[in-house]
């Protein structure tokens, strides 16, 4: 594992690796899908963006994965300056699988990771692999399980394994909390928390579910097209904007 040293909530890049987006705007069909963004993101950090419905969150993750065109600016710098080409890894909203499919954890993986035809059998090395991946979440026990009888937590875990390969720089989890019960979420925070302890990576979701990001989150966006408030989530929670966005009034104990 490598050890995390870059957390800090400086502006400086200098001593650490970090995410900056700089005016960043997508439109469609002459419609302001995101209007100048600027975000500035350091690895080790779990950095929350919250928003109403079409605020644009599912928006910026695609323009940071490449998938929309934008215009502005999108840079990833390593330690010391350095720019690169960040690998990100990505777990969507939790697909719907059939119960009754006989697709299993190991083959969905293997034909993610390894390109290998879920109807052919699994050689030994890349089960073997698949099971090291799981491992990285605590879900090797899920190897052999059938995906459609996962809940949604194990579901969750699996995706998260997955983008988890290879390690990424960057890790975006779309709405990670639909479908999972209140325990689950708390053991999927938990093992975020894990995550960004154990390796150098920055962890960007999305999440309806204030209640948990003073606990969690080192940062909060407040997002609806444009970023309206960013900072500490008791900050952003008790903010003139997050109440006219939302017409909820957080007291300290609520976040």
């Not at 490598?2 to 002459?30: F, K």
């Not at 993101?41 to 993750?61: E, R, Y």
């Not at 698949?130 to 579901?155: M, Y």
Request: aromatic content about 6%; hydrophobic content about 40%.
């Amino acid at each position: 594992m490598r050890e995390l040293h870059t957390v800090h909530h400086g502006p400086s890049c200098h001593d650490a690796c970090c995410l900056q987006i700089r005016g960043l705007s997508v439109t469609a069909e002459d419609a302001d899908l995101l209007k100048d963004v600027d975000l500035h993101i350091h690895c080790g950090q779990i950095v929350a963006v919250i928003g109403p419905n079409g605020a644009g969150k599912s928006t910026l993750f695609r323009a940071i994965l490449g998938q929309v065109p934008y215009t502005g600016e999108i840079r990833f710098e390593r330690a010391g300056g350095r720019r690169t080409r960040p690998l990100v890894g990505y777990v969507p909203q939790s697909p719907a699988f059939d119960p009754g499919d006989p697709v299993s954890v190991l083959d969905l993986f293997a034909s993610a990771i390894g390109r290998w035809p879920v109807f052919l059998p699994v050689p030994r090395a890349l089960r073997v692999m698949v099971a090291t991946c799981l491992a990285r979440v605590h879900a090797r026990e899920l190897l052999d399980r059938r995906v459609g009888t996962l809940s949604g937590g194990e579901l969750q875990r699996v995706l998260l394994a997955m983008a988890l390969e290879p390690l990424p720089h960057i890790l975006i989890l779309d709405e990670p909390m639909s479908g999972v019960d209140i325990e689950g979420e708390h053991q999927l925070m938990d093992m975020l928390n894990e995550i960004r302890s154990s390796y150098d990576l920055s962890i960007l979701l999305s999440t309806h579910d204030f209640a948990t990001l003073e606990q969690y989150a080192d940062k909060v966006v407040l997002l609806k097209q444009s970023v309206l408030k960013v900072g500490r989530a008791r900050d952003v929670l008790a903010s003139p904007e997050f109440r006219s966005v939302f017409h909820l009034t957080f007291e300290r104990g609520d976040a």
